[in-house]
């Protein structure tokens, strides 16, 4: 199994640019979500998803926009890049009958923004 | 907002020692979770306590949990050259689902010396 895939692993940006980050799984999971990784912060919850069609704002949603259009897909798009956006970003997705509530998390996107 | 506080912030050991690493958390949960992190990859589930449990133990991996103190530990038996990596406990919210949203602490990062 391929579990949560993420494109591009590495992108840099213009201040203003705007662009995606793709993530699939193939798990059938029903969660998903994006966190972004910042040094000294953990992980923080940008958005989520609890199923197709369904999505909803975490901790820091601003300057971020997300769909779901299927099952598998959960793309992240920037708006308008700004230096603040330079982070990793982590796709994550889980089950609701999951006995251990693990996320299984993507090997990240590093975004930088100039 | 930040949920967990994880202490230290990092650790140095030898090989073969143990390590061990401390999470405190603000709100009520229904579980606690542990992941690592290796540099530049995604996170991985290490163990999953409940707020009914106190302790748990998986392989080299034990996990206390308090939940008057809301606190959790995490201590690795026998460290290895291995186990060098970002250590992130994680919290949900107590009662019902968490939707796969997961609050994480900041991290601990380990270096275990061979």
């Known amino acids: 199994n391929a579990g949560v895939t993420q494109t591009p692993k590495f992108q840099v940006l213009k201040t203003g640019q705007s662009m995606t980050l793709q993530c699939a799984q193939d798990m059938n999971h029903e969660y998903m979500s994006w966190y972004r990784q910042d040094p000294g912060m953990g992980l923080r919850l940008i958005h989520y998803?609890?199923?197709?069609?369904?999505?909803d704002q975490g901790e820091v949603p601003n300057g971020y926009n997300v769909s779901r259009s299927t099952t598998e897909d959960f793309p992240l798009r920037l708006l308008s890049a700004a230096p603040s956006q330079t982070s990793v970003y982590f796709c994550a997705s889980s089950s609701p009958g999951s006995f251990t509530g693990e996320l299984f998390f993507g090997e990240g996107s590093r975004l930088t923004v100039l | 907002s930040q949920q967990g506080e994880e202490d230290p912030q990092a650790l140095s050991i030898q090989e073969g020692e143990n390590a061990t690493m401390n999470c405190s958390y603000k709100?009520?949960?229904?579980?606690l979770q542990w992941y690592r992190q290796n540099s530049g990859r995604g996170l991985v589930h290490l163990i999953l306590?409940?707020?009914?449990?106190r302790e748990k133990h998986s392989g080299r991996l034990r996990v206390t949990l308090d939940t008057s103190k809301k606190s959790s530990s995490l201590l690795i038996t026998a460290s290895q050259a291995a186990d060098t990596a970002s250590y992130f406990c994680?919290?949900?919210?107590?009662?019902?689902?968490?939707?796969?949203?997961?609050?994480f602490g900041q991290g601990t990062i380990l270096t275990v010396h061979p």
């Open positions: 709100t009520s949960i229904n579980n």
């Open positions: 994680a919290t949900d919210g107590a009662g019902g689902t968490s939707y796969g949203k997961l609050t």
């Open positions: 306590i409940r707020s009914n449990e």
């Open positions: 998803s609890v199923g197709a069609g369904i999505t």
